[in-house]
Nanobody
Framework: QVHLVESGGGSVQTGGSLRLSCATS????????MGWFRQAPGKERERVAI????????LYAESVKGRFTISQDNAENAVHLQMNKLRIEDTAMYYC????????????????WGQGTQVTVSS
């Protein structure tokens, strides 16, 4: 059974940094991509970053480009999201997810999801 477990969330002041991790287990074959999504209260879930394992290419939401970095850790079967220069508008529940779809892009392309980790940024 596939499991994804996020960690690393917390509270931080604007301009601060957090590193989220998503540990995976239970896969019979490696997914094609992993992504981070977030959802703030009253808002729709939005894509934050995706990493494609075929060539390790990455994709970022415009709002996080230059501040967030997604990376994989093969040794830990994990994917990380380094978040720097955090803003109040980054406050949300962050979810990691995996996809077996080629060129996964939208949340519907992702089939396994973690429970989420809360990120709160305050002034």
């Amino acid at each position: 059974q596939v499991h994804l477990v996020e960690s690393g969330g917390g509270s931080v002041q604007t301009g601060g940094s957090l590193r989220l991790s998503c540990a995976t287990s239970g896969y019979s074959s490696k997914p094609r991509a992993m992504g981070w999504f977030r959802q703030a209260p009253g808002k729709e879930r939005e894509r934050v970053a995706i990493i494609y394992f075929s060539d390790l290419s990455t994709l970022y939401a415009e709002s996080v480009k230059g501040r967030f970095t997604i990376s994989q850790d093969n040794a830990e079967n994990a994917v990380h999201l380094q978040m720097n220069k955090l803003r109040i508008e980054d406050t949300a529940m962050y979810y990691c997810a995996t996809s077996g779809v080629y060129a996964a892009y939208t949340s519907t392309d992702f089939d396994y999801w973690g429970q989420g980790t809360q990120v709160t940024v305050s002034s």
